[in-house]
Antibody
Framework: EVQLVESGGGLVQPGGSLRLSCAASGFTFSSYWMHWVRQAPGKGLVWVSRIISDGSGTIYADSVKGRFAISRDNAKNTLYLQMNSLRAEDTAVYYC???????????WGQGTLVTVSS | QSALTQPASVSGSPGQSITISCTGTSSDVGGYNYVSWYQQHPGKAPKLMIYEVSNRPSGVSHRFSGSKSGNTASLTISGLQAEDEADYYCCSHTSSSARVFGGGTKLTVL
């Protein structure tokens, strides 16, 4: 079964850091671009970042540029999101997603909640 | 990276058809045939319904269709069913190789 499972969410103070992980299974992880998408409570989907299959190319939303870093370990079938200098507005469920090509994502994890609050 | 513009809500009766619009610019929706649509039920992860403007993934009902004209993409759902009640989001590739989502549309089946 094709599956993405996020972990690492939790409560963090403003200015703090957190690293999210996403374990992939059921497909050849190293062949796919991957994305992080977030959703604040009661709000819409917001694209956060993308990494290409070999990890050599990344891109970020303006709102997280310079604070977040996406990476991957193809040997471990795992995607990461290092989040630094966290702000209250970063509070959201973070989804790990698989790019199917054509700028669409076809597999979503269940999401992990990040809460930034003092 | 401004969000694409979608109506906040649409509604229809069972059996009817509805259309949700998604308006962007020539730097995103209008510039590429890379628009996708997602359905999200409360408390669930989104599900891909349409990719590359008008293509349906395997397993998605033929009642769902997509199109694009200029800077506006559209999702049409025909033969509305109660299970279609959900939030719908469009997404587009952008000229900076990023992605941008719409604000979302809540579909109510009356």
């Amino acid at each position: 079964e094709v599956q993405l499972v996020e972990s690492g969410g939790g409560l963090v103070q403003p200015g703090g850091s957190l690293r999210l992980s996403c374990a992939a299974s059921g497909f050849t992880f190293s062949s796919y671009w991957m994305h992080w998408v977030r959703q604040a409570p009661g709000k819409g989907l917001v694209w956060v970042s993308r990494i290409i299959s070999d990890g050599s190319g990344t891109i970020y939303a303006d709102s997280v540029k310079g604070r977040f870093a996406i990476s991957r370990d193809n040997a471990k079938n795992t995607l990461y999101l290092q989040m630094n200098s966290l702000r209250a507005e970063d509070t959201a469920v973070y989804y790990c997603t698989r790019d199917r090509g054509g700028a669409a994502v076809d597999i979503w994890g269940q999401g992990t909640l990040v809460t930034v609050s003092s | 990276q401004s969000a694409l513009t979608q109506p906040a809500s649409v509604s229809g009766s069972p059996g009817q058809s509805i259309t949700i619009s998604c308006t962007g610019t020539s730097s995103d929706v209008g510039g590429y045939n890379y628009v996708s649509w997602y359905q999200q039920h409360p408390g669930k992860a989104p599900k891909l319904m349409i990719y590359e403007v008008s293509n349906r993934p395997s397993g998605v009902s033929h009642r769902f269709s997509g199109s694009k004209s200029g800077n506006t993409a559209s999702l049409t759902i025909s033969g509305l069913q109660a299970e279609d009640e959900a939030d719908y989001y469009c997404c587009s590739h952008t000229s900076s190789s990023a992605r941008v989502f719409g604000g979302g549309t809540k579909l109510t089946v009356l």
